[in-house]
């Protein structure tokens, strides 16, 4: 078999329900890490290669001009051509189409998140969100797309539907 790398890079978001106001009240109601990290490295032991970076950690619609050119500059300078960004749902359609015209024509970057927490939720879409956006890298040419909900959007081409709890 073989093995791809992948570069993910944080943003914050529900996916892993990151709230310093209810860090600790999470812990003791679900007793688990709820990180990206730990989903990957002791819950789903993945058949790819993954580094992950953090740019931000924070609800999409507090993100910043200076967050998302961090970003951008985290990507150019990734040694990878596929970027995995997970990010908020209330601006991920902003982000992307922030990083559309500042990325390398080889770097395939797709951005995925989750309207219900990775982990402590048996009704999650975090987890096939993810796993659906890690799957599309090798059908997909270079360039940005939002990967939500088993659906592969261009920037122009996708809205969130906040009563149906989905990207269309």
Known sequence: ????????????????????????????????DTSLENYFNRILKPHFEYDIDTVAQKDSRE???????????LIGKSEEDDIL??????????????????????????????MIPLTGFS?????FNLGFAIGTFPLLKPGV???MNGGVFTSDDVQKNPQLFRFE
Request: hydrophobic content about 35%; some cysteine.
């Open 145 to 147: 797309y939002i990967c």
């Open 63 to 73: 993100l910043t001009k200076g967050d998302r050119e961090r970003l951008v500059d």
């Open 1 to 32: 078999m073989t093995k791809f790398q992948v570069h993910i890079i944080k943003m914050g978001g529900t996916i892993e329900f990151f709230d310093p106001s209810y860090d600790e009240l999470i812990k003791k109601l679900i007793g688990i």
């Open 85 to 114: 960004i997970t990010h908020g749902t209330f601006t991920m359609v902003e982000t992307a189409k922030y990083i559309e015209d500042k990325i390398s024509d080889s770097k395939k970057v797709i951005l995925t998140g989750s």
């Open 123 to 127: 009704t999650s879409d975090a987890g």
